[in-house]
């Protein structure tokens, strides 16, 4: 388990949820003949979030827990959390132990369904830890897989939906598909020696396997999180044996980490990427997409 703290710490809340959730559920039941439309739909973070949106269109409603801006890791849940769960007709994860702690909270003071959506991707091994990389959603072929389970499950929810559910998908795999294609076109362009990925968290292991990128990072997930200078010095001699020319920072992650080992291996932080989140409105980044794409530019103009 990543986040063994925050399942000690969100235990603390599961007798304020349960009082939450049977406090507001008189007030907020749905009225005598009046039915919600569509399925309610609840999800860990805003990547999946967007994701799913894709597949479900207008035929029910969809919400994730962690804040843009906050780590999947280390995110501790609050009572309205629960609640969101509770309200919902199916709870939809990532998986490969990203959401763990908040799963087994979650199951204790809700009995909505829990719905894995990795399923079937090949997991990447933590550097030096049985465990598995959670980042899988980072290559887009894997979204792929994503969007057959989701569908599968959709439909077996919502069978009068079917049609819509798979036309949608069909439409938003073809995305996919054109996305991986530009991916390649784009990643021609890097020399291939020069495609290397250093972040702080080593979260693109699944992204440099499928398009040629050796990755590292600080630490291997930031619930392991240290920035000891140890990892500091490592990090810059993997960076001057290579000749990396530049190195990268995350949007979910405090910059002075990378700065720190920027500094001490001579090279430029070139830019700023999405991993755990999409962008905030306004950001150029606010779908899978478009972070993606993002991504992948500030990539080659490093690394070119």
Same mark, same amino acid.
């Given at each position: 388990?990543?986040?063994?703290?925050?399942?000690?710490?969100?235990?603390?809340?599961?007798?304020?949820?349960?009082?939450?959730?049977?406090?507001?559920?008189?007030?907020?039941?749905?009225?005598?003949?009046?039915?919600?439309?569509?399925?309610?739909?609840?999800?860990?973070?805003?990547?999946?979030? *967007?994701?799913?949106?894709?597949?479900?269109?207008?035929?029910?409603?969809?919400?994730?827990?962690?804040?843009?801006?906050?780590?999947?890791?280390?995110?501790?849940?609050?009572?309205?959390?629960?609640?969101?769960?509770?309200?919902?007709?199916?709870?939809?994860?990532?998986?490969?132990?990203?959401?763990?702690?908040?799963?087994?909270?979650?199951?204790?003071?809700?009995?909505?369904?829990?719905?894995?959506?990795?399923?079937?991707?090949?997991?990447?091994?933590?550097?030096?830890?049985?465990?598995?990389?959670?980042?899988?959603?980072?290559?887009?072929?894997?979204?792929?897989?994503?969007?057959?389970?989701?569908?599968?499950?959709?439909? @077996?929810?919502?069978?009068?939906?079917?049609?819509?559910?798979? @036309?949608?998908?069909?439409?938003?795999?073809?995305?996919?598909?054109?996305?991986?294609?530009?991916?390649?076109?784009?990643? @021609?362009?890097?020399?291939?020696?020069?495609?290397?990925?250093?972040?702080?968290?080593?979260?693109?292991?699944?992204?440099?396997?499928?398009?040629?990128?050796?990755? *590292?990072?600080?630490?291997?997930?930031?619930?392991?999180?240290?920035?000891?200078?140890?990892?500091?010095?490592?990090?810059?001699?993997?960076?001057?044996?290579?000749?990396?020319?530049?190195?990268?920072?995350?949007?979910?992650? *405090?910059?002075?980490?990378?700065?720190?080992?920027?500094?001490?291996?001579?090279?430029?932080? @070139?830019?700023?990427?999405?991993?755990?989140?999409?962008?905030?409105?306004?950001?150029?980044?606010?779908?899978?997409?478009?972070?993606?794409?993002?991504?992948?530019?500030?990539?080659? *103009?490093?690394?070119?």
């Amino acid at each position: 388990m990543f986040k063994l703290k925050a399942l000690i710490v969100s235990l603390s809340f599961l007798v304020l949820a349960s009082l939450t959730l049977i406090g507001c559920s008189s007030e907020e039941a749905t009225s005598p003949g009046e039915e919600a439309e569509g399925l309610t739909i609840i999800t860990s973070f805003s990547v999946l979030d *967007d994701i799913i949106k894709n597949v479900i269109g207008d035929r029910g409603t969809v919400s994730y827990i962690i804040p843009i801006g906050e780590e999947p890791h280390e995110y501790e849940p609050v009572p309205s959390d629960y609640r969101k769960v509770s309200e919902a007709d199916v709870f939809y994860v990532n998986g490969l132990d990203l959401e763990e702690w908040l799963e087994k909270v979650v199951s204790n003071v809700s009995d909505t369904e829990i719905v894995t959506l990795s399923d079937g991707v090949t997991p990447i091994p933590l550097v030096g830890d049985d465990e598995a990389d959670p980042h899988a959603w980072l290559n887009p072929k894997n979204v792929i897989t994503y969007v057959e389970n989701l569908v599968a499950d959709l439909v @077996a929810r919502d069978p009068g939906g079917e049609d819509i559910y798979r @036309a949608n998908a069909e439409a938003y795999i073809q995305e996919l598909e054109e996305l991986d294609t530009w991916i390649r076109e784009q990643v @021609a362009i890097i020399p291939e020696q020069q495609r290397v990925i250093i972040v702080s968290e080593n979260a693109f292991k699944y992204f440099g396997e499928e398009y040629g990128f050796h990755t *590292d990072g600080i630490w291997e997930i930031n619930s392991l999180e240290e920035g000891t200078p140890q990892q500091f010095a490592r990090l810059a001699e993997v960076i001057k044996d290579r000749n990396v020319p530049a190195v990268f920072v995350e949007t979910t992650v *405090d910059t002075r980490y990378m700065e720190t080992v920027s500094k001490e291996a001579g090279v430029t932080i @070139a830019g700023e990427v999405y991993t755990d989140a999409v962008g905030k409105e306004g950001s150029g980044a606010e779908t899978f997409i478009k972070m993606i794409k993002h991504n992948v530019n500030v990539f080659v *103009d490093g690394l070119k």
